[in-house]
């Protein structure tokens, strides 16, 4: 059983030890002029705001995606506690439990794309259990358990990445169905297992488990997925888990997409890992395409199709990135057909 926490500057003090513990060890990213925290070795990225009118708090809007680019196009979920009081219109709520832990809640309400998750359509799918919660007013309600604000940060961090992935499998799930869900936790599940023994301190070997994110990587990404929107490709929303190729389509055609901004040796290798790798996770085939500024040596593109990965070349002018219509397309015609 929790206790909604309703006072005004009770709210906002687990809001700033939630930002507090959720900065440690992070990475920093700009969103619309403010700071945002991105976890590489989680996958998971976080931003929080505090909505306030003539210096009044009128409420919070918290959102949490598995990648820093694209960040409002990526979010997997909002979590937003009302600004006091009691707010049944936000999916978020502080909690105190038995034992006066304070706890960041979620309805469970989830609004990927023209689909609305209900409270009851995230139960029917998800393992997670609701927990009651008591109010000041009214009749006691039920919330999903996300993170623990006063554990230690790396626990409350490790929760909340969780609670997010579960998100985005849910969105999956009522998205483009049971397969795709699926698929994306066997890719989690084995990431788990690499990284279980340095999970509680995920410090270590961080330089090798750390995905290298870079603006332009980011320019290349949201040109990549305008082309998508525009040609009404179903695409996944980022990253494939926490580590993977950076995009992969949905539909009985799959492609499986990783961006590099150069073809140096080591990029060239690590793209071919990944694609290679998460197809196998995946558990099922996709055409793999590897993203890169120019066409690589008649060699390694010999080499590279043997392995049955494709190149898209991407061609920057200024600010903006292109690519060629016609390999674009060679990539989008197999999808839609």
Not at 221 to 247: C, Q, T, Y
């Amino acid at each position: 059983m929790f206790t909604a926490v309703e006072s005004q500057s009770g709210i906002f003090k687990a809001y700033q030890d939630w930002i507090a513990k959720f900065a440690v060890n992070s990475q920093a990213f700009m969103y619309e002029g403010e700071p945002g925290y991105w976890h590489p070795q989680l996958g998971l990225a976080g931003f929080f705001h505090r909505k306030t009118s003539d210096d009044k708090p009128i409420g919070y809007w918290n959102a949490f995606a598995r990648t820093n680019l694209s960040f409002r196009s990526n979010l997997v979920v909002q979590i937003n506690p009302p600004a006091e009081g009691i707010n049944s219109n936000v999916q978020g709520l502080i909690g105190r439990d038995e034992n006066g832990h304070r706890w960041i809640l979620h309805n469970g309400r989830l609004h990927p794309g023209k689909v609305r998750i209900t409270e009851e359509m995230f139960d029917a799918a998800s393992a997670l259990k609701r927990l009651p919660v008591r109010f000041s007013q009214g009749k006691p309600g039920s919330y999903l358990a996300v993170a623990n604000l006063d554990a230690p940060a790396a626990e409350l961090q490790l929760q909340m990445s969780s609670f997010v992935e579960e998100c985005a499998r849910l969105r999956l799930f009522y998205q483009f169905g049971k397969d795709e869900a699926d698929a994306e936790k066997a890719v989690l599940d084995a990431e788990q297992q690499l990284s279980r023994e340095n999970m509680h301190s995920y410090e270590v070997n961080r330089e090798a488990s750390t995905v290298i994110v870079t603006p332009l990587h980011a320019k290349i990404m949201n040109a990549l997925v305008d082309a998508f929107e525009i040609l009404k490709i179903p695409h996944s929303n980022g990253r494939v888990g926490r580590w993977g190729p950076d995009l992969r389509t949905m539909g009985d055609d799959r492609v499986l997409i990783e961006i590099k901004c150069t073809t140096l040796a080591h990029d060239i290798q690590r793209a071919t890992g990944q694609l290679c790798l998460y197809e196998r996770l995946l558990g099922k085939s996709y055409r793999k395409v590897l993203v890169v500024p120019a066409f690589p040596p008649k060699s390694l593109m010999d080499a590279l199709g043997h392995l049955g990965i494709q190149i898209l070349p991407y061609t920057k002018k200024g600010q903006r990135i292109s690519f060629p219509t016609e390999d674009l397309l060679a990539v989008c015609r197999a999808v839609r057909r």
